[in-house]
């Protein structure tokens, strides 16, 4: 080592050293008793769970705060020439105290959230917002990334790729901006996040209060007694009398299909719709408005006519404009097959003699009895045949193991923060431990709405760090002793978040940030690529089996399942598209845009967009879309269906080479799946696929034309 690089090391351990004494007070409580004092000592570094403390958080967060503060100071006065060693690579090493601590808080509070890690997320939101402010909107920090970016000179191809990531990173950030725009823009991100923290608890006491709860048994009928027995559960949990059928996160409910009393089902489709427009502490309507006008105002600063533009500036499809070529290309055949859908189900009810016009908390109910008479298909059927566990081991854990060849067991001396979640170690197929796979599938009222994917520990050849990633769901809890038997939709969505763990779990490169930083409209391709293996003929077979019998699925009743996979497709893509349409327009408005109001918006936004099919509400109502306004998909919802081209289109690549194969697997895994952000997606895609993609596979899958 140079002498140099050994001062500059000193000066480091000064400068942090000296900034201790300068603390804040809740930093100042931090010390080697705080389990985030050092890295976890567990395997993989697993986060100590049995030791951390809802009062652990904050002193370890603010201490991270300060801790990086004072080592981007170092870097950015460091009076050595920028390189990459002193610059770059300094500033990923940077921050490894706050990371440590934020990707647990992160995921404990989505996932198992109480008031005080709520007051803790309040408390700290601002502060992390102004942190990372004063790191990308540094200027004798950004003059030495931007010199090091105009040289490019000694470095591989990962190194130059990590330089244009970071480059890129501060730059739409803000850091070219003038210092009066740096200041004012300082002051919309605290207000985002401030008012973005006030959505996420709004909403989830939205959710929680918007539960359907009743005392009559008789209004639950054509639910099943496990199902009934379920309800009764979780309305002792909740402390109430009777009944309790908990809100999930999108507009329709899964239970809406089951019930036979109209009413109860208009009750809960009203109480899904409406949950956070009720007023008082739950109502997020002026909270989205206010976001999306400090979003506008941001995105102008630097130049741009909206907070679309902005944010899809470094995503694969780059305009807006693109964005919404492909979504209004689909919105004709969809809304064209959901109309015919329609017509299919007022017949239907028509003969029975109803007496109504469909409406939105009759669809499933109806179209459920159209699927059993065109197709003979009855959901009760097939429920049997998917049972959580064996869809999980014998299923999705299956079909990773025939494809890469890895392993799984399960790990039950890993502490966990919740006594549902499990934690299973993965093995690669050279026999090396690979990561460790956390899921927690079940509904509680602590739990953020949907499912999701991130990682407590991310892979990084310079950390020495493997994946520690998890998956989380909101499937029903069965009652205790009962099946954990659920809908195909899950088993699905089960598949569908392992793509995203597996993706995280590949990763095969240096640094930390090209481990992540994946654009949203490419996050969604191996996720939802993983999705088409449930479906594989040695898959299915071995884990769709019945819970009491183990035995296969019926031939006869498979037959019936694929031909009925384009059935409702039409009201499925419909529903999906008027929610990323909506994400579009809102992101779209000018910063000279006045504030919204969220319903008139909507309405219009829908009339414009050509998607106001009544009987075909959006997967989610503006007021309760989490993944735009707290979720990171900003802009982005659009990113499922630019992912679902991608992925059809992969999956045909698969099945025009031999299907579900080790080669075709470790070919996928080693030139898309390992490569983090390390490369350029467009051409590392195009170089597997050796070609550009199309949107056929996605219109034959939808069952929107006709398959080749």
Same mark, same amino acid.
């Given at each position: 080592?140079?002498?140099?690089?050994?001062?500059?090391?000193?000066?480091?351990?000064?400068?942090?050293?000296?900034?201790?004494?300068?603390?804040?007070?809740?930093?100042?409580?931090?010390?080697?008793?705080?389990?985030?004092?050092?890295?976890?000592?567990?395997?993989?570094?697993?986060?100590?769970?049995?030791?951390?403390?809802?009062?652990?958080?904050?002193?370890?967060?603010?201490?991270?705060?300060?801790?990086?503060?004072?080592?981007?100071?170092?870097?950015?006065?460091?009076?050595?020439?920028?390189?990459?060693?002193?610059?770059?690579?300094?500033?990923?090493?940077?921050?490894?105290?706050?990371?440590?601590?934020?990707?647990?808080?992160?995921?404990?509070?989505?996932?198992?959230?109480?008031?005080?890690?709520?007051?803790?997320?309040?408390?700290?939101?601002?502060?992390?917002?102004?942190?990372?402010?004063?790191?990308?909107?540094?200027?004798?920090?950004?003059?030495?990334?931007?010199?090091?970016?105009?040289?490019?000179?000694?470095?591989?191809?990962?190194?130059?790729?990590?330089?244009?990531?970071?480059?890129?990173?501060?730059?739409?950030?803000?850091?070219?901006?003038?210092?009066?725009?740096?200041?004012?823009?300082?002051?919309?991100?605290?207000?985002?996040?401030?008012?973005?923290?006030?959505?996420?608890?709004?909403?989830?006491?939205?959710?929680?209060?918007?539960?359907?709860?009743?005392?009559?048994?008789?209004?639950?009928?054509?639910?099943?007694?496990?199902?009934?027995?379920?309800?009764?559960?979780?309305?002792?949990?909740?402390?109430?009398?009777?009944?309790?059928?908990?809100?999930?996160?999108?507009?329709?409910?899964?239970?809406?299909?089951?019930?036979? !009393?109209? +009413? #109860? &089902?208009?009750? $809960?489709?009203?109480?899904?719709?409406? @949950?956070? %427009? =009720?007023?008082? !502490?739950? +109502? #997020? &309507?002026?909270? $989205?408005?206010?976001?999306?006008?400090? @979003?506008? %105002? =941001?995105?102008?600063?630097?130049?741009?006519?909206?907070?679309?533009?902005?944010?899809?500036?470094?995503?694969?499809?780059?305009?807006?404009?693109?964005?919404?070529?492909?979504?209004?290309?689909?919105?004709?055949?969809?809304?064209?097959?959901?109309?015919?859908?329609?017509?299919?189900?007022?017949?239907?009810?028509?003969?029975?003699?109803?007496?109504?016009?469909?409406?939105?908390?009759?669809?499933?109910?109806?179209?459920?009895?159209?699927?059993?008479?065109?197709?003979?298909?009855?959901?009760?059927?097939?429920?049997?045949?998917?049972?959580?566990?064996?869809?999980?081991?014998?299923?999705?854990?299956?079909?990773?193991?025939?494809?890469?060849?890895?392993?799984?067991?399960?790990?039950?001396?890993?502490?966990?923060?919740?006594?549902?979640?499990?934690?299973?170690?993965?093995?690669?197929?050279?026999?090396?431990?690979?990561?460790?796979?956390?899921?927690?599938?079940?509904?509680?009222?602590?739990?953020?709405?949907?499912?999701?994917?991130?990682?407590?520990?991310?892979?990084?050849?310079?950390?020495?760090?493997?994946?520690?990633?998890?998956?989380?769901?909101?499937?029903?809890?069965?009652?205790?002793?009962?099946?954990?038997?659920?809908?195909?939709?899950?088993?699905?969505?089960?598949?569908?978040?392992?793509?995203?763990?597996?993706?995280?779990?590949?990763?095969?490169?240096?640094?930390?940030?090209?481990?992540?930083?994946?654009?949203?409209?490419?996050?969604?391709?191996?996720?939802?690529?993983?999705?088409?293996?449930?479906?594989?003929?040695?898959?299915?077979?071995?884990?769709?089996?019945?819970?009491?019998?183990?035995?296969?699925?019926?031939?006869?009743?498979?037959?019936?399942?694929?031909?009925?996979?384009?059935?409702?497709?039409?009201?499925?893509?419909?529903?999906?598209?008027?929610?990323?349409?909506?994400?579009?327009?809102?992101?779209?408005?000018?910063?000279?845009?006045?504030?919204?109001?969220?319903?008139?918006?909507?309405?219009?936004?829908?009339?414009?967009?050509?998607?106001?099919?009544?009987?075909?509400?959006?997967?989610?109502?503006?007021?309760?879309?989490?993944?735009?306004?707290?979720?990171?998909?900003?802009?982005?919802?659009?990113?499922?269906?630019?992912?679902?081209?991608?992925?059809?289109?992969?999956?045909?690549?698969?099945?025009?080479?031999?299907?579900?194969?080790?080669?075709?697997?470790?070919?996928?895994?080693?030139?898309?799946?390992?490569?983090?952000?390390?490369?350029?997606?467009?051409?590392?895609?195009?170089?597997?696929?050796?070609?550009?993609?199309?949107?056929?596979?996605?219109?034959?899958?939808?069952?929107?034309?006709?398959?080749?």
């Amino acid at each position: 080592m140079s002498e140099r690089g050994t001062l500059h090391i000193k000066a480091v351990v000064w400068v942090i050293a000296a900034a201790c004494a300068a603390m804040p007070a809740a930093a100042q409580q931090f010390g080697p008793d705080n389990p985030f004092y050092v890295a976890s000592t567990l395997p993989f570094q697993a986060p100590p769970f049995d030791k951390i403390k809802d009062t652990d958080y904050q002193p370890a967060i603010e201490a991270g705060i300060a801790q990086q503060r004072q080592e981007i100071e170092a870097i950015a006065n460091n009076p050595a020439a920028p390189d990459f060693a002193n610059t770059i690579l300094a500033y990923e090493k940077s921050g490894q105290l706050l990371r440590r601590v934020r990707t647990v808080f992160n995921g404990v509070t989505q996932a198992d959230t109480n008031p005080a890690l709520q007051a803790v997320d309040k408390a700290e939101a601002p502060k992390l917002s102004a942190a990372e402010d004063a790191i990308v909107l540094n200027p004798k920090l950004f003059a030495r990334v931007q010199a090091i970016h105009g040289k490019r000179e000694h470095v591989d191809a990962q190194q130059k790729r990590l330089v244009e990531v970071t480059y890129d990173h501060f730059v739409h950030a803000g850091a070219n901006l003038a210092e009066a725009d740096k200041t004012r823009l300082k002051e919309i991100n605290g207000q985002i996040s401030v008012l973005t923290n006030a959505f996420k608890d709004r909403l989830l006491a939205a959710t929680k209060a918007g539960g359907f709860v009743t005392t009559d048994r008789a209004s639950l009928a054509g639910l099943t007694d496990g199902q009934i027995a379920a309800a009764a559960q979780a309305a002792k949990r909740s402390g109430q009398p009777g009944y309790l059928i908990q809100l999930q996160n999108t507009t329709q409910q899964p239970v809406l299909q089951m019930l036979t !009393d109209r +009413d #109860t &089902r208009k009750a $809960i489709f009203e109480n899904s719709w409406n @949950r956070t %427009e =009720r007023g008082g !502490d739950t +109502d #997020t &309507r002026d909270t $989205i408005a206010q976001i999306a006008k400090l @979003r506008a %105002e =941001r995105a102008k600063l630097p130049g741009f006519p909206s907070f679309a533009a902005w944010k899809i500036e470094d995503q694969m499809a780059k305009t807006p404009d693109a964005a919404l070529k492909l979504m209004d290309a689909l919105v004709g055949p969809a809304t064209a097959k959901a109309t015919g859908e329609a017509k299919d189900i007022q017949s239907l009810i028509d003969s029975q003699g109803g007496g109504f016009k469909l409406a939105a908390y009759d669809w499933e109910f109806y179209a459920d009895q159209v699927r059993k008479a065109k197709y003979d298909l009855d959901e009760a059927q097939v429920r049997p045949y998917f049972e959580l566990n064996t869809v999980l081991k014998d299923g999705v854990f299956y079909a990773a193991t025939l494809l890469y060849g890895i392993t799984f067991k399960e790990r039950t001396d890993i502490p966990v923060y919740n006594p549902d979640v499990r934690v299973f170690e993965v093995t690669d197929a050279d026999g090396k431990p690979l990561a460790l796979f956390y899921c927690d599938y079940f509904k509680r009222d602590s739990k953020g709405g949907g499912a999701w994917t991130s990682s407590f520990v991310s892979a990084s050849k310079l950390m020495g760090t493997k994946p520690v990633v998890y998956n989380v769901a909101n499937f029903q809890k069965p009652a205790p002793g009962e099946p954990a038997l659920i809908s195909e939709g899950d088993v699905r969505t089960m598949f569908h978040e392992f793509g995203h763990a597996l993706h995280a779990m590949f990763a095969s490169v240096d640094y930390p940030d090209l481990s992540g930083n994946i654009p949203r409209d490419f996050v969604e391709m191996p996720s939802q690529f993983n999705e088409h293996w449930r479906d594989d003929p040695q898959v299915f077979a071995h884990y769709a089996r019945h819970y009491k019998t183990g035995a296969p699925m019926p031939a006869e009743l498979v037959a019936k399942m694929h031909r009925a996979e384009g059935f409702n497709q039409g009201y499925a893509l419909t529903e999906e598209l008027t929610a990323a349409e909506l994400d579009m327009q809102w992101h779209l408005l000018p910063a000279d845009a006045p504030v919204q109001s969220p319903d008139a918006f909507e309405a219009a936004a829908l009339k414009k967009t050509k998607l106001t099919l009544d009987a075909v509400p959006p997967r989610y109502r503006s007021t309760y879309f989490q993944h735009i306004w707290s979720g990171g998909y900003s802009a982005g919802y659009y990113a499922y269906l630019w992912s679902e081209m991608l992925d059809d289109d992969a999956y045909g690549w698969f099945t025009q080479h031999g299907g579900l194969t080790r080669a075709n697997g470790d070919r996928f895994r080693a030139m898309v799946l390992s490569k983090g952000s390390s490369e350029d997606f467009e051409p590392m895609y195009e170089k597997w696929r050796d070609g550009k993609p199309t949107i056929d596979g996605l219109l034959q899958e939808r069952g929107l034309v006709e398959s080749k």
